[in-house]
């Protein structure tokens, strides 16, 4: 396939995102009239992003998603891999990367952002070869994303992460990890790990207070609580991002590689998505992404 011109854009939408119901038809319109030559894939309300990205990926310049952080996770290797601009139209529960990088929640708003064509480069982190936008992580975030169901992001949206977290907060128990960075190993006793690239997770949570997606860096916390009630106190600094300042949160912020290792294997999350497992090695690749943003 040959590209119809400089602005041609692959739209995939995930209709089963919590707004993925909602009509595109003027965000379509609007990048139309701006002069994109959209392609659509046949049956796409649920595409295979990364697949589908890959088929088109000689025919076009962008690829527009219409989804939440899951579907731009899918879409991540893809995009670097073929030097392709990524575009946001988000749909879904927490748009946390769209949080990131300013783009509100308004799908029309989104569609103007890409319909300019400013763009900027960010950074992928990736966990195990993996890719992530915002964070990777273990622990309690994992039990949430399995007990998360899409119909309670769908009735309840933000609002579910803080239903299904409170259900689960009794039950979370410490394990041990050994982390290897810049050098040296630590041994931690933590009920959740994390591992930042972006600013925003978990529905408007903050990794850390100073943090960018083209910072060239990783941030890091183990929250070091024993107990639910420990972990509901820290629940305004993580909304802050400034967790990394109490006693019981051991955080650092690194530019090269992080090992996290433990006694039995534990799922990884990466954007939502339980991806791999323990051990985990995570890195950046620099600037790796370009993305229409304000």
């Given at each position: 396939?040959?590209?119809?011109?400089?602005?041609?854009?692959?739209?995939?939408?995930?209709?089963?995102?919590?707004?993925?119901?909602?009509?595109i038809?003027?965000?379509?319109e609007?990048?139309?009239?701006?002069?994109?030559?959209?392609?659509?894939?046949?049956?796409?309300?649920?595409?295979?992003?990364?697949?589908?990205?890959?088929t088109y990926?000689a025919?076009?310049?962008?690829?527009?998603?219409?989804?939440?952080?899951?579907s731009l996770?899918?879409?991540?290797?893809?995009v670097?891999?073929?030097?392709?601009?990524?575009?946001?139209?988000p749909?879904?529960?927490?748009?946390?990367?769209?949080?990131?990088?300013?783009i509100?929640?308004?799908?029309?708003?989104?569609?103007?952002i890409?319909?300019?064509?400013?763009?900027?480069?960010?950074?992928?982190g990736?966990v195990?070869?993996?890719?992530?936008?915002?964070?990777?992580?273990?622990g309690?975030?994992?039990?949430l994303?399995?007990?998360?169901t899409?119909?309670?992001?769908?009735?309840?949206?933000?609002?579910?992460y803080?239903?299904?977290?409170?259900?689960?907060?009794?039950?979370?128990?410490?394990?041990?990890?050994?982390?290897?960075?810049?050098?040296?190993?630590e041994?931690?006793?933590?009920?959740?790990?994390?591992?930042?690239?972006?600013?925003?997770?978990?529905?408007?949570?903050?990794?850390?207070?100073?943090?960018?997606?083209?910072?060239?860096?990783?941030d890091?916390?183990?929250?070091?609580?024993?107990?639910?009630?420990?972990?509901?106190?820290?629940?305004?600094?993580l909304?802050r991002?400034?967790?990394?300042?109490?006693?019981?949160?051991r955080?650092?912020?690194?530019?090269?590689?992080i090992?996290?290792?433990?006694?039995?294997?534990?799922?990884?999350?990466?954007?939502g998505?339980?991806?791999?497992?323990?051990?985990?090695?995570?890195?950046i690749?620099?600037?790796?992404?370009?993305v229409?943003?304000?």
């Amino acid at each position: 396939m040959t590209a119809i011109s400089n602005r041609t854009a692959l739209l995939l939408v995930n209709r089963r995102a919590r707004m993925g119901g909602s009509s595109i038809e003027e965000a379509r319109e609007l990048l139309t009239g701006a002069g994109f030559a959209i392609i659509e894939p046949p049956n796409s309300d649920a595409p295979d992003i990364d697949s589908t990205i890959r088929t088109y990926a000689a025919s076009i310049d962008s690829v527009i998603v219409g989804g939440g952080d899951g579907s731009l996770n899918s879409a991540a290797a893809a995009v670097r891999d073929h030097g392709l601009t990524l575009g946001i139209l988000p749909l879904g529960t927490a748009n946390d990367l769209a949080r990131t990088l300013e783009i509100g929640p308004s799908i029309r708003v989104a569609a103007e952002i890409i319909a300019r064509g400013n763009t900027r480069r960010i950074d992928l982190g990736r966990v195990n070869d993996h890719p992530f936008f915002n964070v990777a992580s273990l622990g309690f975030s994992v039990e949430l994303a399995r007990n998360l169901t899409a119909a309670a992001k769908r009735r309840f949206g933000r609002l579910g992460y803080a239903v299904a977290g409170g259900r689960l907060l009794a039950q979370s128990r410490p394990f041990t990890i050994s982390v290897e960075h810049d050098g040296r190993t630590e041994v931690l006793r933590t009920v959740q790990v994390s591992v930042g690239n972006g600013r925003f997770y978990g529905g408007g949570m903050t990794v850390e207070s100073g943090a960018r997606p083209d910072d060239g860096q990783l941030d890091f916390y183990s929250l070091g609580v024993e107990n639910w009630w420990e972990l509901v106190k820290l629940l305004p600094a993580l909304r802050r991002g400034t967790h990394g300042r109490l006693p019981n949160v051991r955080a650092f912020s690194t530019r090269g590689e992080i090992v996290v290792r433990t006694r039995r294997p534990h799922d990884v999350n990466a954007d939502g998505e339980l991806v791999t497992r323990t051990p985990a090695r995570f890195a950046i690749d620099r600037l790796a992404v370009e993305v229409f943003a304000p």
